[in-house]
């Protein structure tokens, strides 16, 4: 089972902010510039967790918001972009 995640990030660091995006992209969706969807079982969350916090120096932000199932429905969109591609279950 897996949940929905919406994960943004602040990097200063170039290379770091490029090593962030890359790990970030085999996980979930690029929906703008540092915020990624990412569908995550509870594994593949703590694994990505431990995989982000190598890279991470003390003055960067990375963010986790978890959306539940009536939250991903709510979602409203304006402009570019898709909504997140429905696995079809989430977890509360």
Request: proline residues 3%; aromatic residues 14%.
């Amino acid at each position: 089972m897996t949940r929905l995640w919406l994960i943004t990030y602040d990097i200063s660091d170039d290379d770091n902010r490029q090593k962030v995006h890359d790990i970030l992209k085999d996980y979930g969706k690029r929906v703008q510039y540092s915020v990624f969807e990412c569908h995550l079982s509870d594994s593949r969350l703590n694994v990505l967790r431990d995989r982000l916090l190598d890279e991470l120096d003390s003055a960067d932000s990375l963010r986790w918001y978890p959306l539940c199932s009536w939250c991903s429905t709510t979602v409203f969109f304006q402009g570019l972009g898709l909504p997140p591609e429905d696995e079809g279950f989430f977890l509360q």
